[in-house]
């Protein structure tokens, strides 16, 4: 949900509150009012009863709409006004209303009498009616035109925002250019617009730093390294004994790990670093059967029964770099981890499914614990533990979806596009 769109059904709501509570304020005070004003009529009725009274000078009762006189032979209690509601039969309406009855004691010319007067009320319900209607109406009328100034202000006031959006969409820090941010006059979005520009600056400056220290640091390690592996093949050539070859052959050993390892770690910073991140449709099928024919020859040699089905003309959205280090990866796994007799690898390749199956040693923990990085099945193997963390992470950049499943000694992994 936008964030316009919160903050107008935020204060649509709230403001709904505020109509009820309102609406209940304004019905007492209208009410207290009405009353103030009907006795005030009541009153002003009263002493024109009494004008009335001092110039005839009634001896008999007179009932008339609305007004009674009754002369009283002895004294009563005079001035003593009272207010009541009662129901009196409305002349005009033709049924009993709700009236407003006043009663007093008064002495006029020397003689007593008592006055009531009655006046029709204004009821509560009326009111009620009148203020709901009324509410009913601005809430709407508030409605709309919040609807309408919520509209406006998205494409007006937060316009600037959306651009500073579209600007991020479209940076790209492999281009190494400066952050273009459109210009506002709006105090926030400057803010916002100038601490996108300071932290697009940092990163793209660490990305360079980082991508130059992979790169540098990749060719230099790999110079000494081939260095230090020919001098050994020369001493290994030489008038040694067979103590002296074995340490020979276990220390080349160690710098042909060491430089597996710096290209491992090379690779999973160009992942990274998105340096394959343009995917284009790449023939899954003919790049699966190049591959197993590449490796037909060492699996043979290790004693590994190899069955396949391979459907034909299968293409993924990939980079295609990615895609052949991705089975690469997932064949030397399955030979490197077979058992050493009666092992089997099988591959199945159908329309969004990519399988291999493979015999070896069962886990003594979770599968998934494997896509970490240096982390292996065996400790002591010689193995980097990095072939599953590459594999997790093309199939992470690429979209595609990675099951590990292992039963006993069967290892399965599924890729899906």
Same mark, same amino acid.
Request: glycine share 4%; charged share 25%; net charge neutral.
């Given at each position: 949900m936008r964030l316009i769109t919160k903050i107008v059904l935020i204060f649509l709501g709230l403001s709904f509150i505020v109509f009820i509570i309102g609406g209940v304020v304004t019905v007492q005070i209208i009410s207290n009012e009405v009353k103030k004003e009907e006795r005030w009529f009541l009153q002003?009725?009263?002493?024109?009863?009494?004008?009335?009274?001092?110039?005839?000078?009634?001896?008999?009762?007179?009932?008339?709409?609305?007004?009674?006189?009754?002369p009283q032979q002895d004294s009563i209690e005079v001035d003593n006004i009272m207010f009541s509601d009662t129901i009196v039969y409305h002349s005009t309406l033709e049924r009993p209303e709700l009236h407003n009855k006043l009663e007093v004691g008064k002495k006029v010319e020397g003689r007593f009498y008592k006055?009531?007067?009655?006046?029709?009320? #204004?009821?509560?319900? %009326? *009111?009620?009616?009148?203020?709901?209607?009324? !509410?009913? =109406? /601005?809430?709407?009328?508030? @409605?709309?035109?919040?609807?309408?100034?919520?509209?406006?202000?998205?494409?007006?006031?937060?316009?600037?925002?959306?651009?500073?959006?579209?600007? #991020?969409?479209?940076? %790209? *820090?492999?281009?190494?250019?400066?952050?273009? !941010?459109? =210009? /506002?006059?709006?105090?926030? @979005?400057?803010?916002?617009?100038?601490?996108?520009?300071?932290?697009?600056?940092?990163?793209?400056?660490?990305?360079?730093?980082?991508?130059?220290?992979?790169?540098?640091?990749s060719h230099e390690i790999?110079?000494?390294?081939?260095?230090? =592996?020919?001098?050994?093949?020369?001493?290994?050539?030489?008038?040694?004994?067979?103590?002296?070859?074995i340490l020979v052959s276990e220390a080349s050993k160690s710098l042909t790990n060491l430089s597996k390892l710096g290209n491992t770690l090379t690779l999973l910073a160009k992942i990274d670093n998105q340096e394959f991140e343009q995917k284009e449709s790449v023939d899954v099928s003919n790049t699966l059967e190049d591959l197993l024919d590449e490796y037909e020859e060492l699996i043979y040699l290790k004693g590994i029964n190899l069955s396949k089905k391979v459907s034909e003309d299968i293409e993924?959205?990939?980079?295609?770099?990615?895609?052949?280090?991705?089975?690469?990866?997932?064949?030397?796994?399955?030979?490197?981890?077979?058992?050493?007799?009666?092992?089997?690898?099988?591959?199945?390749?159908?329309?969004?499914?990519?399988?291999?199956?493979?015999?070896?040693?069962?886990?003594?923990?979770?599968?998934?614990?494997?896509?970490?990085?240096?982390?292996?099945?065996?400790?002591?193997?010689?193995?980097?533990?990095?072939?599953l963390a590459i594999i997790q992470k093309i199939c992470k950049v690429s979209g595609l979806k990675i099951n590990y499943i292992n039963k006993e000694q069967l290892h399965q992994i599924t890729i899906e596009s």
């Open positions: 002003e009725r009263l002493r024109s009863t009494e004008k009335y009274i001092e110039r005839r000078q009634p001896t008999r009762d007179i009932i008339r709409d609305k007004v009674i006189i009754l006055i009531t007067l009655y006046d029709i009320i #204004i009821e509560q319900d %009326d *009111i009620v009616d009148g203020v709901i209607e009324s !509410l009913v =109406k /601005t809430y709407l009328l508030l @409605f709309v035109v919040v609807l309408l100034g919520s509209w406006l202000l998205s494409r007006g006031l937060l316009k600037p925002f959306e651009d500073t959006l579209s600007a #991020i969409k479209r940076f %790209d *820090i492999k281009e190494n250019e400066p952050f273009n !941010l459109p =210009k /506002t006059d709006t105090k926030e @979005f400057k803010r916002l617009n100038e601490f996108i520009h300071q932290m697009s600056q940092k990163v793209m400056a660490d990305y360079q730093s980082l991508k130059e220290f992979t790169e540098n640091a790999q110079t000494p390294i081939s260095i230090a =592996k020919g001098k050994l093949e020369i001493l290994q050539n030489g008038n040694l004994d067979e103590e002296q070859k993924w959205s990939i980079h295609p770099v990615l895609l052949e280090i991705l089975i690469t990866n997932l064949l030397n796994n399955a030979i490197k981890h077979n058992i050493p007799e009666g092992g089997f690898i099988k591959v199945y390749l159908k329309k969004n499914q990519l399988i291999i199956e493979n015999s070896g040693k069962p886990l003594n923990h979770k599968p998934e614990l494997l896509f970490a990085r240096f982390k292996k099945g065996n400790q002591s193997s010689s193995s980097l533990g990095l072939g």
